[in-house]
């Protein structure tokens, strides 16, 4: 892309550095450093040249905390006189357009309406823009410069910038066991505004609480439609758009298994198009769902409908071909959300494996193509889509299902190819999800890679590419050093590991212990390993000092306890099997017996007790993010391995005073 200027003028400026990198996320498209810096005076007084400051209202109170936090300075603000930060339109404020042209600060040709210009001086700094979301991201960057800033000081710099992509957003999973509380929920919003993206939907399947079918929302669980209401009323004064979305075909199953919607059901899967009853409950969902967002767009899903052709409609299959009957159900859809003045985006999933049904839909549908793979090129699912005519958003996602941590390697790879691919064929944006599938993950767990998706979506891909890592702790975290990043690299190849089998969870729920005259084969090779990879990477989370949001190291601590514990477990358990099968075989010796046998107690009794600290933690930092429900289902799964080793422990001290009693050890495959 050209950059949208022709020139700029800097009196008497000298240019040391262009397209530096500074620590900000997502990365300027054009940064100028220069000589000197600009001191931050106890008071910086905010002159505001807008006609109108309601949309910078939040912005504004980020930069003055900013400015109070992070320079222990305070912020006033004026509309005209002498200020040392100047924030304004300079086609609104003929004396802030002259301002800025005379200081250099002001493009020949617009840059949009997201893009600004932030021109830091020695003598003051100054914030323009076309648009008031120009003027808010500018204000991000100014406040992630703050966190980073030296004794109150900011580099002398001239940064121009526009996104690459018009609209940039996270799709977060809140159906799959996990559901945020509010607070959680406003402080999502404001972290995805500082990192530019504008756009935030929260899949849902039986989460909305509806006036008319709150039956199928879980207790504790339901978001009723004023909450709805609320979050996106507050996303909008962060310019993010919240994005409703229902589930509105296929996984509906957890509806279903309710008595009175069991009719409605196409093998037990998918809501049925071939009754009325199934569009009148949606339309029923959406008059209630779609005025609470303020967002033209409505997410209706309607992916991976496997069982389309397998119950009531298999007739209608077998006549007239399921793309015939898939986009009748589309169509259906589309047209009531219509009726609320809503654009209809799905996934494009079927679409894609049955091309005939593009030339049915409507037109102003929003093609959504996902895929999570490290595929080499994804044109052939976005292709297609473009040449028929389609708005089209990529989606790539944080590698988080069903794992104890992302595979970030992985996810890079997808998310810097899904959206570059997409720049080359001029997609409408990208919106990249996380998903909860197995009901564990702790979004905080994700913002590295949220933020380098948010990286990728606004900046030129391959030079954001290279200077992430660098970047990303500074930007977030107010970290000089680069902590997140060092231990996500250092926990990467656990992913590669055979025994923990891709970073599955499942792992960490396996059976530690045998059943009697049972064997579990395990290669301790690879737990060493593991082992080893979480000492470094204890090291390097020892090196965090962050200035803000420090608990998601927090929730990376965790996963480092979670897999030291496997490893541990593993060995330990192993050795204190070595142990008791030679004291079985010397009992005469009974000093020689009593030592191998209290070190074995030892070694299981301390895997019990650091896997019952394992759920405290878990609950501790469950309750940060989320309600309680469905927290029970999970600490039950740390019950169920807590109780098993409890009864090893049991049973060793049982053998124990047994043996000092007189009696023989029990054979080892009864212990």
């Given at each position: 892309?050209?950059?949208?200027?022709?020139?700029?003028?800097?009196?008497?400026?000298?240019?040391?550095?262009?397209?530096?990198?500074?620590?900000?996320?997502?990365?300027?498209?054009?940064?100028?450093?220069?000589?000197?810096?600009?001191?931050?005076?106890?008071?910086?007084?905010?002159?505001?040249?807008?006609?109108?400051?309601?949309?910078?209202?939040?912005?504004?109170?980020?930069?003055?905390?900013?400015?109070?936090?992070?320079?222990?300075?305070?912020?006033?603000?004026?509309?005209?006189?002498?200020?040392?930060?100047?924030?304004?339109?300079?086609?609104?404020?003929?004396?802030?357009?002259?301002?800025?042209?005379?200081?250099?600060?002001?493009?020949?040709?617009?840059?949009?309406?997201?893009?600004?210009?932030?021109?830091?001086?020695?003598?003051?700094?100054?914030?323009?823009?076309?648009?008031?979301?120009?003027?808010?991201?500018?204000?991000?960057?100014?406040?992630?410069?703050?966190?980073?800033?030296?004794?109150?000081?900011?580099?002398?710099?001239?940064?121009?910038?526009?996104?690459?992509?018009?609209?940039?957003?996270?799709?977060?999973?809140?159906?799959?066991?996990?559901?945020?509380?509010?607070?959680?929920?406003?402080?999502?919003?404001?972290?995805?505004?500082?990192?530019?993206?504008?756009?935030?939907?929260?899949?849902?399947?039986?989460?909305?609480?509806?006036?008319?079918?709150?039956?199928?929302?879980?207790?504790?669980?339901?978001?009723?439609?004023?909450?709805?209401?609320?979050?996106?009323?507050?996303?909008?004064?962060?310019?993010?758009?919240?994005?409703?979305?229902?589930?509105?075909?296929?996984?509906?199953?957890?509806?279903?298994?309710?008595?009175?919607?069991?009719?409605?059901?196409?093998?037990?899967?998918?809501?049925?198009?071939?009754?009325?009853?199934?569009?009148?409950?949606?339309?029923?969902?959406?008059?209630?769902?779609?005025?609470?967002?303020?967002?033209?767009?409505?997410?209706?899903?309607?992916?991976?409908?496997?069982?389309?052709?397998?119950?009531?409609?298999?007739?209608?299959?077998?006549?007239?071909?399921?793309?015939?009957?898939?986009?009748?159900?589309?169509?259906?859809?589309?047209?009531?959300?219509?009726?609320?003045?809503?654009?209809?985006?799905?996934?494009?999933?079927?679409?894609?494996?049955?091309?005939?049904?593009?030339?049915?839909?409507?037109?102003?549908?929003?093609?959504?193509?996902?895929?999570?793979?490290?595929?080499?090129?994804?044109?052939?699912?976005?292709?297609?889509?473009?040449?028929?005519?389609?708005?089209?958003?990529?989606?790539?996602?944080?590698?988080?299902s069903r794992r104890l941590m992302p595979d970030f390697m992985t996810a890079r790879k997808n998310i810097h190819r899904f959206i570059r691919d997409g720049k080359k064929y001029g997609v409408l944006g990208a919106l990249t999800t996380v998903w909860d599938d197995g009901g564990a993950a702790a979004f905080s767990r994700d913002w590295y890679g949220v933020a380098y998706a948010a990286d990728q979506a606004w900046s030129n891909g391959g030079r954001a590419e290279a200077g992430f890592d660098g970047r990303v702790d500074q930007?977030?975290?107010?970290?000089?050093?680069?902590?997140?990043?060092?231990?996500?690299?250092?926990?990467?190849?656990?992913?590669?590991?055979?025994?923990?089998?891709?970073?599955?969870?499942?792992?960490?729920?396996?059976?530690?212990?045998?059943?009697?005259?049972?064997?579990?084969?395990?290669?301790?090779?690879?737990?060493?390993?593991?082992?080893?990879?979480?000492?470094?990477?204890?090291?390097?989370?020892?090196?965090?000092?962050?200035?803000?949001?420090?608990?998601?190291?927090?929730?990376?601590?965790?996963?480092?306890?979670?897999?030291?514990?496997?490893?541990?477990?593993?060995?330990?358990?192993?050795?204190?099997?070595?142990?008791?099968?030679?004291?079985?075989?010397?009992?005469?010796?009974?000093?020689?017996?009593?030592?191998?046998?209290?070190?074995?107690?030892?070694?299981?009794?301390?895997?019990?007790?650091?896997?019952?600290?394992?759920?405290?933690?878990?609950?501790?930092?469950?309750?940060?993010?989320?309600?309680?429900?469905?927290?029970?289902?999970?600490?039950?799964?740390?019950?169920?391995?807590?109780?098993?080793?409890?009864?090893?422990?049991?049973?060793?001290?049982?053998?124990?005073?047994?043996?000092?009693?007189?009696?023989?050890?029990?054979?080892?495959?009864?212990?």
């Amino acid at each position: 892309m050209k950059y949208p200027f022709v020139f700029f003028f800097f009196s008497a400026v000298m240019v040391s550095k262009i397209g530096a990198v500074i620590p900000v996320v997502p990365l300027p498209q054009v940064v100028m450093v220069q000589r000197g810096y600009f001191q931050l005076a106890p008071t910086v007084t905010i002159g505001l040249a807008v006609p109108d400051t309601t949309a910078l209202t939040a912005g504004l109170a980020e930069l003055r905390e900013a400015i109070s936090v992070y320079t222990g300075g305070t912020a006033g603000i004026v509309q005209n006189g002498d200020a040392a930060l100047w924030i304004g339109l300079p086609d609104c404020d003929p004396p802030f357009d002259q301002l800025c042209r005379q200081g250099g600060s002001w493009p020949d040709t617009r840059i949009g309406s997201q893009g600004y210009v932030l021109v830091i001086a020695r003598d003051q700094i100054r914030l323009a823009a076309q648009e008031q979301a120009g003027l808010f991201y500018g204000i991000q960057t100014l406040v992630q410069l703050l966190r980073n800033s030296d004794d109150s000081r900011l580099s002398c710099m001239t940064i121009v910038d526009w996104p690459e992509l018009a609209w940039r957003g996270i799709m977060d999973d809140i159906s799959r066991g996990p559901v945020p509380t509010t607070p959680f929920v406003k402080q999502q919003i404001r972290r995805c505004a500082e990192l530019k993206l504008n756009l935030l939907t929260y899949y849902t399947e039986n989460i909305t609480a509806t006036s008319r079918h709150g039956d199928f929302a879980p207790v504790g669980g339901g978001v009723p439609i004023a909450q709805w209401r609320e979050w996106a009323a507050y996303a909008a004064t962060y310019h993010i758009q919240l994005v409703g979305n229902f589930q509105s075909f296929g996984h509906f199953e957890k509806i279903l298994s309710f008595p009175q919607y069991q009719h409605l059901g196409e093998a037990g899967r998918m809501l049925t198009p071939t009754r009325e009853e199934s569009y009148q409950l949606l339309a029923d969902i959406y008059g209630e769902m779609a005025p609470a967002f303020s967002s033209p767009f409505f997410h209706d899903n309607c992916d991976e409908v496997w069982d389309l052709g397998r119950g009531a409609s298999k007739k209608w299959v077998d006549s007239l071909g399921l793309a015939a009957v898939y986009s009748y159900h589309l169509n259906r859809i589309s047209a009531e959300l219509k009726r609320h003045g809503k654009m209809m985006m799905m996934w494009a999933d079927i679409a894609l494996e049955h091309p005939e049904i593009l030339t049915t839909l409507p037109a102003e549908t929003i093609l959504l193509p996902w895929n999570y793979d490290a595929a080499d090129s994804f044109d052939v699912m976005i292709r297609p889509l473009v040449k028929a005519g389609f708005n089209t958003i990529v989606c790539p996602g944080v590698l988080n299902s069903r794992r104890l941590m992302p595979d970030f390697m992985t996810a890079r790879k997808n998310i810097h190819r899904f959206i570059r691919d997409g720049k080359k064929y001029g997609v409408l944006g990208a919106l990249t999800t996380v998903w909860d599938d197995g009901g564990a993950a702790a979004f905080s767990r994700d913002w590295y890679g949220v933020a380098y998706a948010a990286d990728q979506a606004w900046s030129n891909g391959g030079r954001a590419e290279a200077g992430f890592d660098g970047r990303v702790d500074q930007a977030l975290y107010g970290n000089a050093q680069p902590t997140l990043a060092r231990t996500v690299r250092i926990l990467a190849p656990l992913a590669d590991l055979a025994a923990t089998q891709e970073m599955n969870e499942a792992v960490f729920w396996s059976k530690l212990v045998p059943d009697s005259e049972e064997q579990l084969r395990c290669n301790l090779a690879d737990w060493y390993e593991v082992r080893e990879i979480c000492s470094r990477a204890d090291s390097a989370l020892d090196t965090a000092a962050a200035k803000i949001h420090a608990t998601d190291y927090d929730y990376l601590r965790f996963t480092v306890q979670q897999y030291r514990f496997m490893a541990e477990s593993r060995i330990q358990l192993q050795a204190a099997a070595d142990l008791y099968r030679p004291a079985c075989r010397r009992q005469s010796e009974r000093d020689r017996a009593s030592a191998e046998l209290n070190t074995v107690l030892s070694l299981a009794s301390t895997q019990r007790q650091t896997l019952a600290g394992l759920a405290q933690e878990f609950e501790r930092l469950w309750l940060l993010e989320n309600r309680p429900y469905y927290l029970d289902r999970i600490l039950q799964k740390y019950e169920r391995q807590v109780e098993a080793l409890t009864d090893v422990v049991r049973l060793i001290k049982s053998a124990i005073a047994d043996y000092h009693k007189g009696s023989f050890l029990p054979p080892p495959n009864l212990v």
